[in-house]
């Protein structure tokens, strides 16, 4: 089945992209410019196109990314640090962002002549992130079927929908992700933090998994007190 990943160079959305291609499905990975506070996701996401010898392309959606404001992924407001299941990480929402790059993805599926588009979406991400839930992802690939309906037939994948972060990285390594070529951090330094959201997840997912971790954080031992009374289980 001819796949187009929305791969944001991630550490979720690159063993997605690896995972694809080992099943030998992998045709191109799409990636969006929406105005995020750094740019080194997309040159790891460049990369990972590179390494696996597809396509890579970048929707500018930098204009549209100027009218969702109120994240700490766009605007000038800082990152802060802990746990994903802190209310105060409710400032990382971008709003209605997976359902407009996912709009865009199908379009340049149908035109592309792919059977499916995936996503990286997992059960972590539930708490904060409304359009990271089942009843999304269903009820998009509903929508997406009456779309193109006549015109083309394109399927959406999110395998780890229902997964957890440490899935991930367990799947990962099973289809050789290179994990140090992946990019999680919100604050997008020369290293990882260590102390925001997704650097605290990043890193918890590799002990959950019992795998070694090889990126550098600033902070590389945060994610304890962080993580401390949250259960990965509860949170989902």
Known sequence: MKTLVVCSGGLDSVSLAHRIAALGDLMGLISFDYGQRHRVELEYAAACATRLGVFHQIIDMRAIGSQLTGSALTDNLDVPDGHYAEETMRITVVPNRNAIMLTVAFGVAAARQAEAVAIAVHGGDHFIYPDCRPDFIDSFDTMQRHALDGYASVRLLAPYVNGSKADIVSDGAKHDTPF???????????????RCGTCVERREAFHLA???????????????????????????
């Open 210 to 236: 019992g795998v070694d971790d090889p990126t550098d954080y600033a902070d590389p031992d945060f994610w304890k007190s962080a993580t401390a009374g949250f259960n990965a289980e509860e949170i989902r």
């Open 180 to 194: 140090v070529e992946t990019w999680s951090c919100y604050k997008g330094g020369t290293k990882h933090c260590g």
